[in-house]
T-cell receptor
Framework: DAGVIQSPRHEVTEMGQEVTLRCKPISGHNSLFWYRQTMMRGLELLIYFNNNVPIDDSGMPEDRFSAKMPNASFSTLKIQPSEPRDSAVYFC??????????FGPGTRLTVL | SQQGEEDPQALSIQEGENATMNCSYKTSINNLQWYRQNSGRGLVHLILIRSNEREKHSGRLRVTLDTSKKSSSLLITASRAADTASYFCATGLTGGGNKLTFGTGTQLKVEL
């Protein structure tokens, strides 16, 4: 298995632009998680899905952030419009039930 | 404050020495997990200990869990330079579904 796949690996954009991050979880996993990591705030859970259904989005910062999981093998995290304070590394992770999570390599987002 | 807080925040040891990291949490858990993160990479799962377990081993890793004190420790024996990384504890809360809450991490540096 290729593990959790994220794209792009790096994204540099200007304030106000729309940003879409993509994730392909490990086949057979039924939970998918989006995290954000910064030096100041550490690793924060933004949202997680179970069986493609959003279960907990309490970590989503504000309405500019949205996430979808149209099927078991794909999820997106969208920021519109982006702001410099959104600059961070965004990780996607997947798991089967309440077991270990497998993390993707992350997307390093820089908003200028 | 964080559900899981690691102690110490940073640890520097010589190769061959043992490294001990501690994690404290606040509420009832289903399980506690330890992850490692190398600089610029995603987190990698190390070990999972369930709330009804007290100790678990995996190679050079030993994890203990004391639910009465709401604390866990990770011991890395005979450390190597390649163990240099950040280590995070993560708790799966009772009734929290499949999500994990990550601590702030311990930065371990193993010097030759």
């Amino acid at each position: 298995d290729a593990g959790v796949i994220q794209s792009p690996r790096h994204e540099v954009t200007e304030m106000g632009q729309e940003v879409t991050l993509r994730c392909k979880p490990i086949s057979g996993h039924n939970s998918l998680f989006w995290y954000r990591q910064t030096m100041m705030r550490g690793l924060e859970l933004l949202i997680y899905f179970n069986n493609n259904v959003p279960i907990d989005d309490s970590g989503m910062p504000e309405d500019r952030f949205s996430a979808k999981m149209p099927n078991a093998s794909f999820s997106t995290l969208k920021i519109q419009p982006s702001e410099p304070r959104d600059s961070a590394v965004y990780f996607c992770a997947s798991s089967f039930e309440l077991n270990e999570q497998f993390f993707g390599p992350g997307t390093r987002l820089t908003v200028l | 404050s964080q559900q899981g807080e690691e102690d110490p925040q940073a640890l520097s040891i010589q190769e061959g020495e043992n490294a001990t990291m501690n994690c404290s949490y606040k509420t009832s858990i289903n399980n506690l997990q330890w992850y490692r993160q190398n600089s610029g990479r995603g987190l990698v799962h190390l070990i999972l200990i369930r709330s009804n377990e007290r100790e678990k081993h995996s190679g050079r890793l030993r994890v203990t869990l004391d639910t009465s004190k709401k604390s866990s420790s990770l011991l890395i024996t005979a450390s190597r330079a390649a163990d240099t990384a950040s280590y995070f504890c993560a708790t799966g809360l009772t009734g929290g579904g499949n999500k994990l809450t990550f601590g702030t991490g311990t930065q371990l540096k193993v010097e030759l």
